[in-house]
């Protein structure tokens, strides 16, 4: 049973950085395509941002040059380093494994003006 769980989220000033981590259990990380996504209130859930298992990565234009995701294969575990945090930013954020179809609880970032 593969399950992902969020963590890193808080209250951070606009302009502020923030670390979210996800770690899987289970032995589906190494091999698999992991993503971050975010769903703001009223909003639709997002891509954040991809990163394959050779480490191919893709961004949000919106988050493009403010945002990077790693994995750490030996530790079942993806990031997103978020730097200069805008309000708009403000969502619960949550990691993805698309082959299994399973998402994490989600943790909420919240960026204040």
């Known amino acids: 049973q593969v399950q992902l769980v969020e963590s890193g989220g808080g209250l951070v000033q606009a302009g502020g950085s923030r670390r979210l981590s996800c770690v899987a259990s289970g032995r589906a990380f190494s091999g698999n395509t992991l993503g971050w996504y975010r769903q703001a209130p009223g909003k639709q859930r997002e891509l954040v941002a991809m990163?394959?298992?050779?480490?191919?990565?893709n961004y949000a234009d919106s988050v493009q040059g403010r945002v990077t995701i790693s994995r750490d294969n030996t530790k079942n575990t993806m990031y997103l380093q978020m730097n200069s945090l805008k309000p708009e930013d403000t969502a619960f954020y949550y990691c993805?494994?698309?082959?299994?179809?399973?998402w994490g609880q989600g943790t909420q970032v919240t960026v204040s003006s």
């Open positions: 993805n494994l698309p082959s299994y179809g399973k």
């Open positions: 990163i394959t298992s050779g480490c191919r990565i």
